[in-house]
């Protein structure tokens, strides 16, 4: 905050996806200013001859740029598979918009401004349903689905088994596979505990293949924890599978 005064600059960057709880607080602050302070800080300090209002906003009290701004700033800083990330749960969040975030990059690109191509890049191959993805985990599936060359999934798609109705957080109906995931939310109870076996067992006598999958599985080995998958999607969907590309 110190250096936001003594710049009369905003948090921008690390520090605003920080803000955002996009990523973790950085070790220098960050922050975009109008000018460059005459004494030496102990910060990350860019400057521009104009930060527009729909650029800027607060966050308990500290100013920082909007979600949009701070989103095309960090495509140019970061490594693109974490940026990726860092992307689609700012989509799933609802805190930024597709079709916005696509216009203001395309206003202010230029080409040193490299993260407005990276963004539109990245916007033009994101799913929907990314969108309507409850978790970033999701979004990461719905990321493989494409490189696999796969039928879109539904997301929360609704089916009854065992005479009541299911939703199955990813899914081909046509194939009859589904993909839970596993290890988000607790199961603080017996009963969701034994509720979550006897709605597995309704779906494997419906003749659905599930798979469990997990924050880890997708994280150390995400082409590895998908290839079943999508040899399973692409053989009972009479889909081909292309070679992932990661």
Known sequence: MATILVTNGVAAGRSAGALFQLLESPALPEVIAPRRPRQRLSAIVHTTAELLAGDRTLIDGIPTTSPIRTLIDLGG??????????????????LVRADPLAARARELWAPRRKGCAVVLDLLEQRHPD????????EAKVVRLVRQFGLPDPQINHRVRVGGRVRYLDLAWPEAKVAIEFDGFVPHSTRRVFDDDRVRQNDLVDDDWSVFRVTKTMLDTDPVGTFRPIAAKVARDSRHPVKSAQV
Do not use: C, K, M, S
């Open 77 to 94: 800083q970061l490594p693109r598979p974490l940026f990726e990330d860092v992307l689609d749960t700012a989509i799933v969040r609802g």
């Open 130 to 137: 990314v969108a309507r993805a409850a978790n970033i985990w």
